[in-house]
Each structure stands twice: as structure tokens, then as C-alpha cells.
């Protein structure tokens, strides 16, 4: 499996970004999205299950980001809105380890990562 994330950049505090993560391999299962400021844990950021009809999100995201999935093109987003300056971090998405229900929320629930995209708020 290898994850291929992208999208990062600068963007000001109120802004917008979309970040991609390509699938390749086995493509088949739950992902997720994390992030890691510097200093700081990586933290769970969203989820997706399989279907897409499963998703979850931290508090501090929640109707700020949306995660989704294009199974077609084995391809999941994150969708970052209203960005703030403590959304700053290094982004990775993961796959995880099952495939249905709610996804998880721990690093431990995944098992391959992508390399990550860095996005930087300023404000």
C-alpha cells in the first residue's frame, strides 16, 4: 500500500484548502486524516469508512473540515475551510486497519501512512 498525500500549502487564516490522498495497492478500507504540529502529538484529525457513509472528526475541526472519498479514483480529501493559524501542521493520511463502521480515531487503528503535506496558516 502507499498513500500519496498533496495539496498543502500557505493559505491565510479564514481560507480554504483541499488535501488529497492517493491510494495505491490495496486501496480497500477505512482511512483517516492526521496531523502534527511542531512540538506537538499527532492528533486524529477525520475519518472515513469504506462506503463513506461512516465518518468522524475531532472537535476541533468539526464543521470546518469535511472528509470524502472517491473510490473510483482510490482517491480520499480533506476539505479544510475556515482555516486558523493553530491549523497549522504537517497532514498525514492513513489507512486503517478495518474497513466498515466507524473509523478510527487512534494511530494504532491504521497501518499505513502517507508521507504528508504541510499547511501553513497565517494570520
Known amino acids: 500500500v502507499q498513500l500519496q498525500a498533496s495539496g498543502g500549502g500557505l493559505v491565510q487564516a479564514g481560507g480554504s484548502l483541499r488535501l488529497s490522498c492517493a491510494a495505491s495497492?490495496?486501496?480497500?478500507?477505512?482511512y483517516g486524516w492526521f496531523r502534527q504540529a511542531p512540538g506537538k502529538e499527532r492528533e486524529f484529525v477525520a475519518g472515513?469508512?469504506?462506503?463513506?457513509?461512516?465518518?468522524d472528526y475531532a472537535d476541533s475541526v468539526k464543521g470546518r473540515f469535511t472528509i470524502s472519498r472517491d473510490n473510483a479514483k482510490n482517491t480520499v480529501y480533506l476539505h479544510l475551510n475556515s482555516l486558523k493559524p493553530e491549523d497549522t501542521a504537517v497532514y498525514y493520511c492513513?489507512?486503517?486497519?478495518?474497513?466498515?463502521?466507524?473509523?478510527?480515531?487512534?494511530?494504532?487503528?491504521?497501518?499505513?501512512w502517507g508521507q504528508g503535506t504541510l499547511v501553513t496558516v497565517s494570520s
Open positions: 472515513i469508512n469504506w462506503s463513506g457513509v461512516s465518518t
Open positions: 492513513a489507512q486503517g486497519k478495518g474497513s466498515y463502521g466507524t473509523p478510527g480515531s487512534l494511530p494504532d487503528d491504521y497501518n499505513y
Open positions: 495497492g490495496r486501496t480497500f478500507g477505512n
